[in-house]
């Protein structure tokens, strides 16, 4: 992993140098895992001299969702940390892609299994960051840990303490060869990988889990159904997906802010398709390279611009 490479954080109220957004080690947060948060991704566009911040508002009216769901309190406002936001990203005069994380937490050194009664704390900080998984196809598993569903840990909610699901699938398959994980649910079908969604192609459809099968919510996820069906034209089907129809898909690929839109070219040692990419998870990787580097006037709207002109 590179070196961080940012000067500030957002950290009680204030925009300040990061070496002093420090909490305790008694941070209830920090012992019990108790705390939301986002993934934003912001794009460097040098023919603009441009940085633009990809589905900003989507991102923080998620975060505050999260919040509700986990009885935390934001106290700010969309608009406010939206502002604070492309404020910090001013501040750090980024010339280069970046990823901006919002974390919402309970900040009292408590030793205190519980999530009323505490203090909720709000932070922001970015970094340079270029590719989540550095392949440019992705190899993947089954993971044996199985997803936490809507009943024990929200995955609706980006909850701090459900990543060590995910940290555990990964850290598996990497271990064993892989690059990524993807996660089974209590039920035994489909959910996604460890951070990200998995659409599947058949037929000449889309097809992805719903969210019922205990899926984020994720922003990159509707996006991909949005292009899919306006640009390419494809049906969209959201419906459980058995393990061994991924074996048998003529394509496959992983979405989200952190991975992008990344192709699967192997599943537990099976080709899928014809192992290489696909052209429906090319077409889609394409068009949401330049949505995303604000190239496409109809989805200009999702970019935030941060720099004055």
């Known amino acids: 992993m590179p070196a961080p490479n940012n000067r500030f954080a957002f950290f009680n109220g204030a925009i300040v140098p990061i070496e002093q957004a420090t909490v305790s080690v008694m941070t209830n947060a920090l012992n019990y895992g108790t705390g939301c948060f986002e993934g934003i991704r912001g794009y460097w566009v040098p023919e603009e001299e441009q940085l633009l911040v990809f589905h900003l508002r989507a991102h923080m009216e998620r975060l505050r969702r999260s919040c509700h769901i986990l009885y935390m309190h934001l106290p700010y406002s969309v608009d406010e940390l939206c502002a604070i936001c492309i404020e910090l990203l001013r501040r750090e005069g980024f010339r280069e892609d970046v990823y901006i994380r919002p974390l919402v937490y309970k900040s009292d050194p408590a030793i205190a299994v519980q999530m009323n009664g505490l203090t909720d704390a ?9 590719q989540y998984l550095a392949n440019p196809t992705v190899r993947a598993c089954i993971a044996s840990w199985r997803r936490i569903d809507d009943n024990m840990i929200p995955s609706r909610a980006k909850a701090c303490g459900a990543y060590l699901n995910s940290a555990l699938a990964k850290t598996e398959a990497l271990l064993n060869g892989y ?6 649910g209590s039920d035994g079908q489909v959910s996604e990988a460890s951070a ?9 459809a889309l097809i992805t889990p719903p969210l019922t099968s205990d899926v984020l919510e994720g922003i990159t996820r509707q996006v991909v159904v949005q292009l899919a ?11 459980p997906i058995d393990r061994t129809e991924l074996y048998v898909a003529d394509e496959a690929f992983f979405c989200g802010t952190g991975v992008e839109i990344k192709p699967i070219v192997e599943i537990d040692r099976r080709a899928i398709g014809n192992g290489q990419v696909g052209p429906i998870g090319s077409a889609l990787a394409r068009r949401y390279a330049q949505v995303v580097r604000g190239q496409v006037p109809a989805y200009r709207p999702w970019c935030t611009p941060v720099y004055e002109k």
């Open 229 to 239: 069906r306006d640009e390419l034209g494809l049906s969209v089907v959201e419906r």
């Open 196 to 204: 990200a969604n998995l659409f599947i192609v058949r037929g000449g």
């Open 122 to 130: 709000f932070t922001l900080f970015a970094v340079g960051f270029g």
């Open 179 to 184: 690059d990524e994980a993807i996660v089974l």
